[in-house]
């Protein structure tokens, strides 16, 4: 697993307003676009240089593209990343239907066979 250009992209897209919205509304062409265009940039501004080794690997790109928070942690993402692009994607709507931090609690819930368990290994 590329656990940087996974967190890379969870890093940019969370703090980018409209790639958060395309991210909502079409992540498959989302994701396609970032891994081969902003996602091979680099350093400051992404004016320095482009990568040309970093790629998504396939169960990558499918947890990316469905949103799949519980595949990425057990990859190895980062959980504050990971936690805070899934309350931008959800939170309101959960909010709406029922009530304060139900999307935090079903992420919990879904999160709860790694209680006692070590963090899963970042190790690349």
């Known amino acids: 697993m590329s656990v940087y250009f996974v967190d890379k992209f969870l890093y940019e897209i969370d703090r980018d307003p409209e790639l958060l919205e395309r991210y909502r509304t079409d992540p498959q062409g989302l994701v396609a676009e970032w891994e081969n265009g902003q996602g091979m940039l680099l350093g400051i501004a992404h004016t320095v240089e482009r990568t040309s080794w970093l790629r998504l690997t396939e169960a990558e790109r499918a947890a990316l593209e469905t949103h799949d928070y519980v595949a990425l942690f057990e990859m190895g993402a980062h959980f504050f990343l990971n936690l805070t692009i899934m309350i931008a994607l959800y939170d309101e709507e ?30 690349v």
């Open 94 to 123: 959960y909010a709406g239907r029922l009530g304060p931090l139900s999307f935090q609690r079903e992420m919990a819930a879904n999160l709860a066979h790694w209680i006692g368990k070590d963090y899963p290994s970042v190790d």
